[in-house]
């Protein structure tokens, strides 16, 4: 079964609205999770490293003021989309890897801001 | 930002063909993993190779992996059009996050 967990899978916006995604570790306390995005036919992008009770850190080119991440307990991560446009359609997708194992990927969100 | 380059970006083969993959990388490892993604869908694990082996198989998969040259290679035998789908290498340095290539889209035609 699932070991992580995302939620919504798919979310319609209004251009302007902020959109929360939830990404739950449901076996294993994640001190630290990991956000992709990838677009269509594309790979997937890492975003950010989310760090249980810190701030998370961004990779280059990705603006922390406009995807917020929260990382308030050892089995919850969020990424908030704030203020979306059309340009953030994607699919976004969080992950956690559990040492030099497998990672563990959600099942994504597929975003679309009309 | 993306580890390295897969090769090819796309396949075609016919069904019972083998099919080969190549990933390569640019930074240390603690593992290399490969994962399929069916269109619009999630991940898919594959199969995931350590730094310090050199070839792995589960089932009709075939792994290899060359730190020296810094790549590896998926190879599928006797492909199905169910294979159909995307492949991506995934690397995973010591801080776990994870770096994707490009991607190679296989078409397996019945």
């Known amino acids: 079964g699932a070991v992580v967990s995302q939620h919504p899978s798919r979310v319609i916006c209004k251009s302007g609205t902020s959109v929360k995604i939830e990404c739950r570790s449901l076996?294993?306390?994640?001190?630290?999770m990991f956000w992709y995005r990838q677009f269509p036919k594309k790979s997937l992008m890492l975003m950010a490293t989310s760090n249980e009770g810190s701030k998370a850190t961004y990779e280059q080119g990705v603006e922390k003021d406009k995807f917020l991440i929260n990382h308030a307990s050892l089995t919850l991560s969020t990424l908030t989309v704030t203020s979306a446009h059309p340009e953030d359609s994607s699919f976004y997708i969080c992950?956690?890897?559990?040492?030099?194992?497998?990672?563990?990927f959600g099942q994504g969100t597929r975003l679309t801001v009309v | 930002s993306q580890q390295g380059e897969e090769d090819p970006q796309a396949l075609s083969i016919q069904e019972g063909e083998n099919a080969t993959m190549n990933c390569s990388y640019k930074t240390s490892i603690n593992n290399l993993q490969w994962y399929r993604q069916n269109s619009g869908r999630g991940l898919v694990h594959l199969i995931l190779i350590r730094s310090n082996e050199r070839e792995k198989h589960s089932g009709r998969l075939r792994v290899t992996l060359d730190t020296s040259k810094k790549s590896s290679s998926l190879l599928i035998t006797a492909s199905r059009a169910a294979d159909t789908a995307s492949y991506f290498c995934a690397t995973a340095s010591n801080n776990n996050d994870m770096r994707f290539g490009a991607g190679t889209r296989l078409t397996v035609k019945p």
């Open positions: 076996d294993f306390q994640a001190t630290t």
């Open positions: 992950s956690q890897t559990r040492g030099n194992t497998e990672a563990f």
